[in-house]
């Protein structure tokens, strides 16, 4: 009788405790243009997003523009439009995930580098064996979990909302900075 009430006791503290914050940042803006545009020269960018073209990119992403404000970088080599790095966050399960998109004058995916990964699992999406599925991606291919871009075990939520995300630069790409 004793134990159980000492444990009722402690309880309420073991609760208010909560999980323990975690955040590993891996690469700056600079250091992603670096590795995916290697050698451009970049200019940055910002793109403003009204009401309407916010809802144009949910039609057409799937997922919703959560900001009215996009920053992303030109990059150039010899006067050359290569194409852009944009960068951008979404959820993971919890926490944001900071992630950067190069696509190039051609309309595809580069590459992608995750920057800043702060959920305590799933941080497998920062292996460049699954990063690497999203190369040569244009908005003519299906952007489907386990179809063309493989799922990871435990990191189910990064690894669909890194897709959607990088479907949803696409789709910026298209609309506004098309050449």
Not at 13 to 37: C, I, K, M, R, S
Request: charged share 25%; hydrophobic share 40%.
């Amino acid at each position: 009788m004793t134990a159980h009430r000492w444990s009722a006791f402690f309880l309420p503290v073991a609760v208010l405790a909560g999980p323990t914050a975690y955040a590993t940042d891996y690469l700056t803006a600079a250091q992603a243009q670096e590795q995916l545009f290697p050698g451009a020269q970049f200019s940055e960018q910002t793109l403003k997003f009204s009401g309407e073209q916010r809802d144009r990119i949910k039609a057409a992403a799937g997922v919703r523009q959560r900001t009215d404000e996009m920053k992303l970088w030109r990059a150039e080599k010899n006067g050359k439009l290569q194409g852009w790095l944009m960068v951008d966050e979404v959820i993971g399960k919890h926490e944001f995930i900071t992630y950067a998109t190069a696509i190039g004058a051609d309309g595809k995916v580069i590459g992608v580098e995750i920057m800043s990964y702060r959920e305590t699992h799933g941080g497998q999406v920062r292996e460049q064996s699954w990063r690497k599925q999203f190369a040569g991606k244009s908005l003519s291919d299906p952007f489907k979990l386990d179809q063309d871009i493989q799922n990871i075990s435990g990191a189910t939520l990064s690894c669909r909302n890194v897709m959607d995300g990088v479907k949803r630069m696409l789709v910026i790409q298209q609309m506004f900075l098309k050449t």
